[in-house]
């Protein structure tokens, strides 16, 4: 099997002895045919770019407001700095908005949930920059957090910033659009993502895992991510315990497909200023299987997003930005934010 | 959960670079620095998780609303927020009470006093009722870091479980090196007087449990 990996077991860690699902599911569906473009709207006509760029403002916007300097100045100050980074995409929230509007749901539901995801975002990458993690000097194309605040202050930003999102959620969604069971769906949600199933256990194997565990690695620290998103969005709008189950599976296969695609574009871009593929920092697709094998496998992961989506036809038009969100992650037709992550 | 991760993360080298914790080895020196900053990430999520998914018995709104209160107690208004003056305030020779107590109240008293708060919550207490629990829990909370501080001075490594004579190293400021260790004893008194106080008008048979806890600390010897 073209995918499968061998994966060392070590006394203290257990690895999943076969493929993560994901992938297996990707190459199942390689061969199958290619999802139906939906009667609606078709996605050329939908502009995700000024949807895309619009709803950064509004983030932006609610997350500077979030997160107002008062007394000790060095943490307001350390924890903006990572959640307020110039040329931030915002996946994560507008995945999770764009979930939301797909079941109905207004957005003023979804932005406190939103802007919590970037907070603990943030939180989850200024830990992962540390010296004793990645040991990072920049992130997002400007010096990472530790490096102008301090360890210490980097530490607690993003010990701040975890409990922050929870609270902010608490705090600004509004209880007449989203009863609390459902709130605490979300906070669960979110917890789980961060916690030692989810990006924690990604991160720990990144640095402690043997070279095959990228797979593991990158659908715990970036399909994660997605998955939550989409599914915080749904969990907001009210979806059915199905239609969860299905943003689950989309925004599992967007984040594992971005990622896939950022390695290709840097292996490409070491190759056009090296000559050669030899940078691997931590866990590459490129460098584990090829750039013929990633391209293939992002293919499939595009497939497997839309085929999720098309479960969803009574929605109309309202499932499109998630539809074009998918092409976007493959293709990057247009830049969104001043630089790359 | 979240009184563990902190102390784990206070415990790293950029932190308060501990060796020893509850009479052991601090996490990162067993299990390395990276590992012990993901361990607490993780304890941290996971408590929001267990307390969103496993609290039996009680309304949502009630969950909800502990949750928002934890989340405020540990963060930037809380828990942190005295870390980092803690941090600001090392060598300073110019610490004055104020400070001080800025850095215990939010140190020390802001877990304890999210604890009281979220257990009175769940119990049903009315907003009178959460405040003066509140602030019982906010002079216990003291009560501990003062009596912390005289037993730093006073005790072994040994009998304390952790680092003695750790502050005076560190010139950090405290309680005995501000008003001197007789002073600080009657300040003691004074907050486990305070906090009991708090308590009078609750039936005193449920209220025990509360009082023992704030005579233990003011009379604890480690």
Known sequence: ??????????????????????????????????????????????????????????????????????????????????????????????????????????????????????????????????????????????????????????????????????????????????????????????????????????????????????????????????????????????????????????????????????????????????????????????????????TELAEDLRAQAKKELDGLEKYGEKVVPLYSFVDYAADRGFSVGDQAE | MIHTMSLMHDDLPFMDNDDLRRGKPTNHKVFGEDVAVLAGDALLAYAFEHMAVATKGVPSERIVRVIGELAKCIGSEGLVAGQVVDICSEGNADVGLDHLEFIHIHKTAALLEGSVVLGAILGGANDQEVEKLRKFARCIGLLFQVVDDILDVTKSSQELGKTAGKDLLADKTTYPKLIGIDKSREFAAKLNREAQEQLAEFDPEKAAPLIALANYIAYRDH
């Not at chain 1, 110039?86 to 908005?97: D, E, F, I, N, S």
């Open chain 1, 1 to 294: 099997m073209v995918f499968s990996t061998v994966l060392t077991s070590s006394p203290q860690l257990y690895f999943p002895k076969t493929t993560s699902p994901i992938i297996q599911r990707a190459i199942r569906t390689c061969s199958a045919s290619f999802s139906t473009t939906p009667q609606r709207i078709s996605n050329s006509q939908f502009d995700l770019r000024t949807y895309w760029t619009t709803l950064i403002q509004e983030i932006n916007h609610k997350l500077d407001e979030a997160i107002p300097v008062q007394y000790p100045q060095q943490i307001y100050e350390a924890m903006r700095h990572s959640v307020l980074a110039k040329g931030v995409k915002r996946a994560p929230p507008v995945m999770c908005v764009a979930a939301c509007e797909l079941f109905g749901g207004h957005r003023l539901a979804a932005f406190p949930t939103a802007c919590a995801l970037e907070m603990v975002h943030a939180a989850s990458l200024i830990h992962d920059d540390l010296p004793c993690m990645d040991d990072d000097p920049s992130r997002r194309g400007q010096p990472s957090n530790h490096t102008i605040f301090g360890v210490d202050m980097a530490i607690l930003a993003g010990d701040a910033l975890f409990p922050l999102g929870f609270r902010h959620i608490v705090s600004h969604t509004p209880t007449d659009l989203v009863p609390e069971t459902r709130l605490l769906k979300v906070i669960a949600e979110i917890a789980r993502a961060v916690g030692s199933t989810g990006m924690a256990a990604g991160q720990f194997l990144d640095l402690e895992g043997g070279p095959n565990a990228v797979d593991f690695v990158q659908e715990k620290k970036y399909g994660e991510m997605g998955e939550c998103s989409a599914v915080c969005g749904a969990l907001l709008a009210g979806a059915s315990d199905e239609e969860i189950q299905r943003l689950r599976r989309y925004g599992r296969a967007v984040g594992v497909l971005y990622q896939v695609v950022d390695d290709m574009l840097e292996a490409k871009l070491d190759k056009d200023i090296n000559g050669d593929n030899k940078k691997n920092k931590g866990k590459s697709y490129v460098a584990a299987y090829g750039v013929e094998k990633a």
